[in-house]
């Protein structure tokens, strides 16, 4: 399948924006998503964005699309501590009936 | 409305040994999926179904059988567990791409 890739590793302090990059090679995908897996748990769907949309805007969480460079980012404002987890980008597969997922990126937050 | 459901949470099998890990869903889901999650390679697909009666390959398929026969479950038989197998499997619904894959709490299976 196309590669998703991420950058493994985020680093911040409680109240500053966290921003987690994703490149994506299939220019077939229509849906993009992120998601949210704490520690021990499954994964939780944060958000997800159509390709013919440039931005989605939902509470703290500002994803931006740049279907030009195929780079998609996820944005979280005041950043608290209880968002340290791993932040998987995901994008539909060439079937359209599940996701190729990059490898995630463990974000942390320190106080 | 349990979502997806999956048992059991934890195994651990000898080398050799079958099995099967369970998979239901109660929200009426036509697409279903399971992927397994290893260290530092995200998830990787192993196989899927977009009905009941009608199954696909993955991305990881080789050791892994699955069969749906009802909208609801959809299980994934390990024929002959082997070391490699050991990893974290989570399967996922969903009704539609723009509604989002629902995801299962995963089984922890360790091979030994």
């Known amino acids: 399948g196309e590669d998703v890739e991420q950058s493994l590793f985020l680093s911040v302090r409680e109240g500053d924006s966290s921003v987690i990059n994703c490149t994506y090679t299939d220019s077939s995908s229509t849906y993009l998503y992120w998601y949210k897996q704490e520690p021990g748990a499954g994964l939780q769907l944060l958000t997800y964005?159509?390709?013919?949309?440039d931005m989605k805007q939902d509470q703290r969480l500002t994803v931006l699309l740049n279907k030009k460079d195929k780079h998609l980012s996820l944005r979280i404002a005041d950043t608290q501590t209880g968002d340290s987890a791993i932040y998987f980008c995901a994008e539909t597969n060439p079937s359209g009936y599940a996701l190729n997922f990059g490898k995630g990126t463990s974000l942390l937050v320190t106080p | 409305n349990a979502g997806v459901t999956q048992t059991p949470k934890f195994q651990v099998l000898k080398t050799g040994q079958s099995m099967t890990l369970q998979c239901a869903q109660d929200?009426?889901?036509?697409?279903m999926s399971w992927y397994r999650q290893d260290p530092g390679m995200g998830l990787r697909l192993i196989h899927y179904s977009v009905g009941a009666g009608i199954t696909d390959q993955g991305e990881v398929p080789n050791g892994y059988n699955v069969s749906r026969s009802t909208t609801e479950d959809f299980p994934l038989r390990l024929l002959s567990a082997a070391p490699s197998q050991t990893s974290v499997y989570f399967c996922a619904s969903t009704r539609s791409r723009n509604y989002g894959y629902t995801f299962g709490s995963g089984t922890r299976l360790t091979v030994v």
């Open positions: 964005i159509f390709s013919n949309m």
């Open positions: 929200m009426n889901h036509e697409y």
